[in-house]
């Protein structure tokens, strides 16, 4: 875990799960600097491995005091860079020619009263104010896509057998298409930036529970703690932010 003593504090863990080999999440927490990242890697092997901890690494780097407006163009083009990088350079070294090195990615910048959100893939980041549990991102997934088209039910898309299957990722994709969202701060907000792994094995009613509690730390860990008491049959990660 990790944490700060700042306007912003921040607790972040990741496990890898009862049934994965390795772990191919990563995170950023960085309080200090007003960002924090959650990379959800792909591709088997150490691919997944490799790509999460490049996103997490390049987006550590970048500069921090400026704009948030400039900052977010920084996210941006890093992660456009990285997309090119991963989708041309490393996949054809790769053991396989065909092998895909791709990660999800999620990141929160904070500066003053405002933050923003940039994404790719089903990484997720969720807000929790005034008591209540808001989804900011949109999962850029078959299953997400397949709800709104209206041809199957978000209880159907928990069955759907191609559910998991990402409509974007860094380094999946030649074109890459990120999202973003910007929005006000208020007081007492908490966000929660976490992976597929974390948040398919946690009801909403389960995760507003969490966030209630005073303690980040308490949060995350009962959080954890209620994933693997499960199957946990994927790498779980979260980054909790909140005053």
């Given amino acids: ?9 921040s607790v972040a863990r ?23 990242v959650v990379a959800d890697g792909m591709g088997g092997h150490q691919n997944g491995a490799l790509a999460s901890r490049l996103i997490v690494e390049q987006l550590a780097e970048l500069p921090h005091e400026c704009a948030l407006e400039e900052r977010l163009k920084h996210v941006r083009k890093c992660l456009h860079e990285l997309n090119r990088r991963l989708g041309q350079e490393l996949t054809v070294t790769a053991a396989r020619p065909d092998a895909i090195i791709g990660s999800t990615v999620v990141a929160l910048l904070i500066d003053g009263e405002r933050a923003a959100c940039v994404w790719a893939g089903d990484s997720r980041c ?27 039910t978000t209880e159907q898309a928990r069955f759907h057998p191609g559910s998991h299957a990402l409509t974007r990722a860094i380094g999946a994709y030649e074109d890459l298409q990120l999202e973003t969202i910007e929005l006000d701060v208020f007081p007492n907000d908490a966000f929660l930036l976490c992976s597929d792994g974390l948040y398919q094995s946690l009801s909403a009613d389960s995760i507003s529970a969490q966030l209630n509690l005073s303690s980040p730390h308490l949060a995350i860990s009962r959080m954890f703690d209620q ?17």
């Fill in 126 to 152: 969720y807000l929790w104010r005034g008591s209540r549990l808001y989804q900011l991102t949109r999962d850029h997934s078959l299953a997400q896509q397949l709800i709104d088209e209206k041809k199957i």
């Fill in 1 to 9: 875990m990790q944490g700060a003593t700042s306007r912003w504090r």
């Fill in 227 to 243: 994933v693997l008491d499960g199957p946990a049959r994927d790498n779980l990660s979260a980054v909790l932010v909140r005053q």
């Fill in 14 to 36: 990741t496990e890898t799960g009862k049934v994965r080999a390795r772990n191919e999440d990563a995170f950023l927490a960085m309080p200090e600097r007003g960002l924090w």
